[in-house]
């Protein structure tokens, strides 16, 4: 069985992006929708019918790869909302005589790009074949031709001893509310010469403030850490706001039935009586006293820390 290699690259969800080695990659999709169909890169320009329908047709795309991909790697069939489609590509997959081996499959140019393949198969004579699972209601040849081809070179850079035989697309969706569309399209991959030259000129199209950005990105471990920092945050903002409300509907219950301590085998509650309480006011005091105020002054180390907070 070919063993695929690891191409070190990291993807990060929120916010997305790939990362090499400390270092920010850009997805080859949006070169492909600058040259093909531009409007598609600001969806906030497009007409609310139309940016209400890509939306609703995306999140029915992500969850159809993700069952693919759990249906490959853990061999879960039911239990995904998607068992028409995973019926689907079990029977694609057996009319091609394709042996699906990896699944959202990192790759990577070294350089600039990198991008998850959706599907790596071997065939029947044990040949490398690439699909990409496609949900939308329409195909694009000239879309996946350079889409593919592109992920043939990253495939080819990150695995120098496996070759690329060919590659298919399979076009799969069964709204509900739609008529279901189940086919495959045997894709015609562009030259390599086509495809270098093609993401050279999207190199190219990029500022020079982009690129910049691209070098001095967030490195990888601190883009995680900041995410799960905020994961973090906002669930002890949540919970604090949730400990308050308690305790102020706790406090009203205590005054309603009289009570000033309870406990359990899970809490101790204690009601404290409202008081006047003291504090000194050392800002005013330095300001009108500044040499008694020094001879009393303090100094001590501070170890040093980071400060966090939620945009």
């Given at each position: 069985?070919?063993?695929?290699?690891?191409?070190?690259v990291?993807?990060?969800?929120q916010?997305?992006?790939?990362?090499?080695?400390g270092?920010?990659?850009?997805?080859i999709?949006?070169?492909?929708?600058?040259?093909?169909?531009?409007?598609m890169?600001?969806?906030?320009?497009l007409?609310?019918y139309?940016r209400n329908?890509?939306?609703v047709?995306?999140?029915?795309?992500?969850?159809?790869?993700k069952?693919?991909q759990?249906?490959?790697e853990?061999d879960?069939y039911?239990?995904?909302?998607?068992v028409?489609?995973l019926?689907?590509?079990?029977?694609?997959?057996?009319?091609?005589?394709?042996?699906?081996i990896?699944s959202?499959?990192l790759?990577?140019?070294y350089?600039?790009?990198?991008s998850?393949?959706?599907?790596?198969c071997?065939?029947?004579?044990?040949?490398v074949v690439?699909?990409?699972?496609?949900?939308?209601?329409?195909?694009n040849k000239?879309?996946?031709?350079i889409?593919?081809?592109?992920?043939?070179?990253?495939f080819e850079?990150?695995?120098?001893d496996?070759?690329?035989?060919r590659?298919?697309?399979?076009?799969i969706?069964?709204?509900?509310?739609?008529e279901?569309?189940?086919?495959?399209?045997?894709v015609?991959?562009?030259?390599?010469?086509?495809?270098?030259?093609?993401?050279?000129?999207?190199?190219?199209f990029?500022?020079?403030?982009v690129?910049?950005?691209?070098?001095?990105?967030?490195p990888?471990?601190?883009?995680?850490?900041?995410?799960?920092?905020?994961?973090?945050?906002?669930s002890?903002?949540k919970?604090?706001?949730?400990e308050k409300?308690?305790?102020t509907?706790?406090?009203e219950?205590f005054n309603?039935y009289?009570?000033?301590k309870l406990?359990n085998?899970d809490?101790?509650?204690?009601k404290r009586n409202s008081?006047?309480?003291?504090s000194?006011?050392?800002?005013r005091?330095?300001?009108?006293?500044p040499e008694?105020?020094?001879?009393?002054?303090?100094?001590s180390?501070?170890?040093?820390?980071?400060?966090?907070?939620?945009?």
């Amino acid at each position: 069985m070919i063993k695929l290699r690891d191409s070190g690259v990291v993807f990060i969800e929120q916010p997305r992006g790939y990362w090499l080695g400390g270092r920010k990659l850009q997805g080859i999709t949006k070169a492909i929708q600058r040259a093909l169909n531009p409007e598609m890169l600001d969806l906030d320009n497009l007409p609310a019918y139309r940016r209400n329908n890509t939306i609703v047709a995306g999140r029915y795309g992500s969850k159809v790869h993700k069952a693919i991909q759990k249906y490959i790697e853990e061999d879960e069939y039911f239990g995904s909302g998607c068992v028409n489609e995973l019926l689907a590509f079990t029977e694609f997959c057996q009319a091609n005589g394709l042996t699906p081996i990896a699944s959202e499959y990192l790759v990577t140019d070294y350089k600039h790009f990198a991008s998850a393949i959706d599907i790596v198969c071997v065939d029947s004579e044990g040949k490398v074949v690439l699909v990409d699972t496609k949900t939308s209601r329409s195909y694009n040849k000239e879309h996946c031709s350079i889409q593919l081809g592109k992920y043939r070179e990253m495939f080819e850079l990150v695995n120098p001893d496996y070759k690329v035989s060919r590659a298919l697309v399979f076009q799969i969706n069964m709204r509900e509310d739609k008529e279901p569309i189940n086919k495959t399209h045997k894709v015609k991959l562009k030259s390599k010469k086509f495809i270098k030259e093609f993401y050279e000129n999207e190199v190219k199209f990029w500022s020079t403030d982009v690129l910049e950005k691209t070098k001095t990105a967030i490195p990888a471990p601190i883009q995680t850490l900041m995410s799960n920092l905020k994961t973090v945050k906002e669930s002890l903002d949540k919970y604090k706001q949730m400990e308050k409300e308690f305790s102020t509907r706790l406090l009203e219950e205590f005054n309603k039935y009289g009570l000033d301590k309870l406990e359990n085998e899970d809490l101790i509650i204690s009601k404290r009586n409202s008081y006047v309480r003291e504090s000194f006011d050392s800002k005013r005091f330095k300001e009108d006293h500044p040499e008694l105020y020094n001879g009393y002054r303090k100094e001590s180390i501070v170890n040093e820390s980071i400060a966090i907070r939620l945009r």
